[in-house]
């Protein structure tokens, strides 16, 4: 997934404890007993009132939850009005990530090794205008993903139901996904195409947020939507703001993750970085219970680091985010030419420019090091700076092409282009610099036929495993005309099929080891992209503000216990 921000943009589970890890003394486990209990456990020292702001330069791309494959856009989304049938627990004190039911009372059962997955909802769930949920919400929510509707939202549970997607969207006639049925009004059965035992975490996407089907008339609802969560829309002013209130329907009794504390959020957009680093270095009484969406800036990150009194309303730490720059291997076919331009990017300078160590670590592979699976590497050892020269010998005797490079066209992507564009140069690479609308940004270089060649991204993980990166990135036979997020454009039939292999491995602490091996196969052997860095989090939150913490999910904070201070 990846991640909406003034700083660059994110894009975007394993059944037991016993064979499911994240590294750095995290630890994941998965609830199928239903033992995560409603409501959520109580923050000690958190009150009820008061108001906070989130702090954005831009309104997210999509609300709809079908649509919704932003890192950032989820956090909030996820923590405040979008609730699906599994979700996780994260704990600020131990690491521990735990999926459980959300919607459902368990992250699903399944008696035949992941080929059925059965869901019973939960007591006393409700949309924002005191509708009762029912399976059929959750069942059209999942038909309607595999319309246009749902090209730019998640796909893993299209692909578990109906692989040729030959089922465009339920209709007219109203016809439910293949393999989904509703026993009754709190039970949802799915039946996939083959087994899948880390299904529970795609359920855990907003492919499952209920959406009713005679209120939503279609792309309607990206404005229309209704909250399944402790807070609902009160008023919007469209690319300005959105205000969240309590929402009365919602009980706690039937949620496990989430508390209500603050009576309103205020979400600001059109805060650039550098704005919401300066209100929140020295906030007023107004931005003290505000917080920063994005990263300290660049060039405010010593003053910060050097002035305790600031430094300890930081929220800091490594993320299982990387920044790529991918090579559109349509159009750039050739792996040398791919592999000149790996030796001839200049790393520590973008790395530099992007805000240094504390904002981002260089990296060499495709996993982040957060991640089960990653595997220490360099493919193409460059030094800090790279290596025109050796960039320049496997050119030799061939056209170089001149490349047109496209990212966000936002204030600190402009400002890190131009080293893009000295770095590859040097090679003797004619390099055309190619600003998106961010608003467009993912709906021009996702489609098959985007004419640019090297783009910009950042890519999290869906779930806390390495298919939720190399599954997205690298399967080929998933390349469609649009929507996609193989953003290079990668088709090798043996590694989709390996891929897909490794998908099925219900030993994940095994699939992580092959992960790790095609990582630097895929790089060795097929150069796609350009591993950039591995991001970490600098980001200020108001000094009345509460209950935050680095979401191992999004590279966000997590927002789901967050109160006014006393």
Known sequence: ??????????????????????????????????????PASEVPGARRGGSVTLLADAPPEHMDPAQTYIGTTLAVATAFFHRALTG???????????????????????????????????????????????????????????????DYGPQFIQRALDPERTYRGPGQDGRPAPGVTTPDARTIVF????????????????????????????????????????????????????????????????????????????????????????????????????????DVAPADILAIQVDPRKLERVLDGPTAYAMYVYINTQRVPDPDVRRALIYAFDRDSYVEAAGGPAAAEPATTILAPLLPGYRPYDAYPTGPNGDPEKAKQLLAGKEVPKLRYAFQDIAPLR?????????????????????????????????????????????????????????VLFRGDRLAETGNMNLSYFDDPEISRRLA??????????????????????????????????????SLVGPQVGGLFISSLYSFPNLTRVHVKS
């Open 1 to 38: 997934m990846t991640n909406q921000g003034d700083s660059p943009e994110l894009r975007g589970p394993a059944l037991d404890a016993e064979r499911t890890s994240l590294p750095v003394g995290q630890r994941l486990v998965i609830d199928h007993q239903g033992a995560a209990t409603a």
């Open 88 to 150: 996780y627990v994260e704990d600020p004190d131990n690491g521990v990530l735990t999926l459980v039911g959300d919607l459902a009372t368990d992250a699903g059962r399944t008696l035949d090794g992941g080929l059925t997955w059965t869901y019973t909802l939960r007591d006393g769930l409700a949309f924002e205008d005191g509708t009762p949920i029912s399976s059929a919400d959750v069942a059209h929510a999942v038909a309607r993903s595999f319309s246009e509707l749902g």
């Open 191 to 294: 039946r996939l195409s083959e087994p899948y035992p880390d299904f529970p975490f795609f359920a855990a996407t907003t492919t499952t947020t209920p959406v009713p089907a005679d209120r939503a008339p279609g792309a309607e609802y990206e404005t229309t939507w209704l909250s399944t969560g402790p807070y609902r829309r009160k008023e919007e002013q469209p690319g300005e703001y959105i205000l969240l209130e309590r929402n009365p329907h919602w009980s706690p009794a039937s949620d496990p993750i989430r508390r209500q504390y603050v009576d309103e959020v205020r979400w600001e957009f059109g805060v650039d970085r550098t704005a919401q680093t300066e209100r929140l270095a020295e906030p007023t009484e107004a931005d003290a219970t505000s917080i920063a969406t994005t």
């Open 415 to 471: 400002k890190l282009a131009p080293v893009v564009k000295t770095g590859l140069e040097r090679a003797g690479f004619e390099i055309e610099l190619v600003p998106v609308d961010r608003a467009a940004y993912y709906s021009t270089v996702g489609r098959r036929d985007t004419d640019v060649d090297l783009i910009w991204g950042v890519w999290g993980p869906d779930f806390p495993d390495p298919a939720g990166v190399m599954d």
């Open 501 to 538: 292999a490794l998908g099925k491995e219900t030993d994940r602490s095994a699939a992580a080891q092959g992960y790790a091996e095609l990582d630097q196969e895929i790089m060795t052997e097929h150069a796609p992209l350009i591993p950039v860095f591995y991001k970490r989090q600098f």
